[in-house]
């Protein structure tokens, strides 16, 4: 596993998203890429468990 | 307002990626049981009873709903907003007597109406974020800078006193009696003040304690209750000067707030709910856990009820010896930080609002949580889920209308149990355009609603845009261009600096 901190000063990936779902605040916001570089979570809530089953989703296709 | 934006990107291994996350273990929480969908689930939502006031005939072990009947628990009473007042961004409130309660924000603070939520007068100031307050004075910590009193004698004469610096690290939480104030400094350990010395300019602590992530603190009498990292820990203050450490439990996560009465623990676990315990001279016993939608970053004891200020929502437990019982949620008006309660009723940080709940006794019932819009590939066929949850006390019923306009449905009438989540597949073969879909369901505050069939633009179901972003990845702390990964599981989180 890797961690990567990216800058992204001029907001051009952030406002890259469309509607957000249940987003009432800027941020937190979380995003789930699979292999095939296609979204399969995007989330402006903070929710754990939502997030490891995305992710687990994703790494067992 | 500069906001620079940075963002987290996590390539992951199916080895690593729980652990890296700190994600479930396969092990449920305390109270909890994994059910036919593989989450944990509340078993302390009335003992999977099938409605209101069954009293858990089916045997279940959690608490029995008694008497309740039908209906919302929670009830706003006013909600107050002022769009001249730049500081607010509340993260902290305290009850100061019947009428008033004092919320704190980023720029300062305000005093409320307790009945309405309306502002009795405001001051901007120092950065505040959390507050307690005991025998006339509220105790308020500012992050970075210490913390400081407000004489609140007159609620509506405050009159603030110096910063006082104690370590040199993050403030995270407050507690004070007229006895003691103590302050959550993260590594630092908790800090423990004489009050009346502080406030005749003596500013030196009574004792340290040791602690590596200490993040929040309540006191009670002469008990203290102290998260450090995931464990809770009781202590003996009768002496404030030489504590005693009386009992530490395990928590399921990290705590972002405590709050102790006299026989009842309850810690708000951010994204990972509630977790409750009873205590008594015989020490800690864990009582249940529930979780929340949003984050849990506040929590508040009035008697036997706990309050939980989880973003979206506040949630209302009943405690009981069998483990707590959420009655209920009511949707914060714009983001719930901080809950003070007494009597009944509830004072919400509400981020630029300052919101009023109020129990209604008697009452439980289910308690929705949905979609409010799915996302499809419109270049080709694509199934989305539509979850819907219930964190209420009895089971929910929820009808989606037939969708139409090129979208389809597996089923549109879902039974959900207390604690549970039942999903519908809605497909489309390549949407045109938006379809908005009514719903209907048995929730008394969430009768009805819709959820938005979108044509995706760059969300769930559409590729990843490409990109080229300057960053660096740990530990080599120098400046490199990334790209997104191919063939790799990302996860991204953004962030940002104010």
């Given at each position: 596993m890797g961690t990567t901190c990216l800058l992204d000063t001029q907001q051009e990936i952030y406002r890259s998203y469309g509607p957000v779902q249940g987003s009432y605040a800027p941020f937190p916001l979380q995003v789930v890429i699979d292999r095939d570089g296609t979204i399969v979570y995007l989330s402006a809530q903070y929710?754990?468990?939502a997030v490891n089953l995305a992710i687990a989703a994703a790494l067992e296709e | 307002m500069s906001r620079p934006l940075a963002l987290l990107l996590l390539r992951l291994s199916p080895l690593l990626s729980c652990t890296a996350l700190s994600c479930t273990t396969e092990d449920c929480p305390p109270g909890t049981t994994r059910n036919a969908e593989g989450e944990c689930s509340s078993s302390a939502?009335?003992?999977?009873?099938?409605?209101?006031?069954?009293?858990g005939a089916d045997g279940g072990t959690g608490p029995t709903l008694g008497e309740l009947e039908l209906g919302d628990p929670i009830r706003t009473d006013g909600s107050y907003y002022d769009p001249q007042a730049l500081f607010s961004e509340f993260t902290g409130a305290v009850v100061l007597d019947p009428d008033h309660a004092l919320l704190v924000g980023v720029m300062g603070y305000a005093v409320a109406d307790r009945d309405d939520g309306s502002w009795l007068l405001a001051r901007q100031g120092e950065r505040s974020t959390r507050v307690d307050a005991a025998g006339g004075t509220a105790w308020v910590i500012t992050g970075d800078r210490g913390f400081y009193s407000i004489d609140m004698q007159d609620p509506l004469s405050p009159v603030p006193g110096p910063l006082v610096m104690g370590g040199s690290?993050?403030?995270?939480?407050?507690?004070?009696t007229e006895a003691a104030v103590a302050i959550a400094w993260g590594a630092e350990g908790t800090w423990l003040y004489d009050p009346a010395a502080v406030l005749s300019g003596d500013s030196a602590p009574l004792t340290v304690l040791d602690g590596d992530d200490v993040t929040a603190v309540d006191i009670a009498g002469?008990?203290?209750?102290?998260?450090?990292?995931?464990?809770?820990?009781?202590?003996?203050?009768?002496?404030?000067?030489a504590p005693t450490l009386l009992q530490q439990a395990a928590l399921i996560a990290g705590g972002h707030d405590v709050a102790l009465s006299e026989s009842w623990l309850a810690v708000g676990l951010g994204g990972s709910g509630a977790q409750v315990f009873s205590w008594s001279d015989q020490g800690l016993a864990a009582s249940g856990w529930f979780p929340v939608p949003g984050a849990a970053t506040g929590v508040a004891l009035d008697g036997e009820h706990l309050w939980v200020a989880a973003w979206d929502v506040v949630a209302l437990a009943r405690l009981t010896a069998d483990g707590p019982l959420v009655l209920g949620h009511e949707d914060a008006t714009e983001s719930a930080f901080a809950i003070a309660a007494e009597g009944g009723r509830a004072m919400v940080a509400d981020?630029?609002?300052s919101t009023v709940m109020r129990r209604v006794d008697g009452v439980a019932g289910p308690e929705l949580e949905v979609t409010e819009a799915l996302y499809f590939n419109p270049e080709g066929e694509s199934t989305q889920r539509l979850e819907v949850r219930n964190y209420g006390a009895t089971a929910l019923t929820f009808t989606l209308d037939a969708p139409g306009g090129g979208f389809s449905a597996d089923e549109t009438t879902v039974q959900v149990e207390p604690g549970g989540v039942q999903t519908i597949l809605v497909?489309?073969?390549?949407?045109?355009?938006?379809?908005v879909v009514g719903w209907q369901s048995d929730d008394p505050d969430e009768a009805s609603g819709q959820v938005d069939l979108v044509p995706a633009t760059s969300t769930v179901g559409t590729p990843h845009q490409e990109f080229s972003l300057q960053g660096f990845s740990w530990p080599d702390p120098s400046l490199s261009t990334f790209t997104l990964p191919e063939g790799e599981v990302t996860f991204l989180a953004y962030f940002a600096t104010f």
């Open positions: 929710d754990a468990d | 939502t009335g003992g999977g009873g099938d409605g209101v006031g069954d009293g690290g993050w403030t995270y939480d407050v507690a004070a002469d008990r203290m209750a102290v998260v450090d990292g995931e464990t809770v820990q009781l202590w003996d203050i009768a002496d404030p000067a981020w630029f609002h497909s489309s073969d390549g949407p045109d355009a938006a379809v």
